[in-house]
């Protein structure tokens, strides 16, 4: 499976891509540019988004934006709709998780940092299987 991480801290990207490697024997992509990352999605090689939702100096089409913005805008698009996006975030509290998914569109929702790596793995399989089923 191919997971794209998207977060502005690249070494904890990158400790995280590691494990996920390690533990799911996936393939792990880091990016925290926007126009890649809906460039990598509408390409067809993204199975699942990871999410961070503070993408500071982040930018679409001239505006800054948040993950939570990119991620509805590539909910927003079709080629890119399908593809489940787990909202990645060490500021939210659990209260505002509906929120926060109601605002990005987001299939799930995950508190950084991440300490149980088997949980987020099935819930990446769970969302993948439920769109697989789905098409």
């Known amino acids: 499976m191919n997971i794209l991480l998207v977060d502005d801290d690249y070494l904890l990207a990158k400790g995280t891509a ?7 024997g996936h393939n792990v992509t ?3 540019e926007p126009a890649e ?8 090689t993204v199975d699942v988004v990871l999410m961070d939702v503070n993408l500071p100096g982040a930018s679409w ?7 939570a913005d ?3 805008i590539l909910k927003t698009r079709p080629p890119t709709a399908h593809i489940p996006i787990i909202m990645v975030t060490a500021y939210a509290m659990l209260t505002e998780r509906q929120t926060l998914l109601a605002l990005s569109q987001a299939d799930e929702f995950c508190t950084k940092p991440i300490t ?7 819930l990446i399989e769970r969302l993948t299987k439920k769109q697989s089923e789905q098409n």
Do not use: M, P, T, W
Not at 18 to 24: A, E, H, N, V
Not at 61 to 67: A, D, K, L, R, Y
Not at 116 to 122: A, P
């Open 18 to 24: 590691k494990l996920i490697q390690r533990i799911g």
């Open 30 to 32: 880091i990016s925290d």
């Open 37 to 44: 990352i809906v460039k990598q999605c509408e390409a067809g």
């Open 61 to 67: 089409q001239g505006q800054e934006i948040s993950g």
């Open 70 to 72: 990119l991620s509805r």
């Open 116 to 122: 149980d790596y088997e949980f987020l793995l099935n």
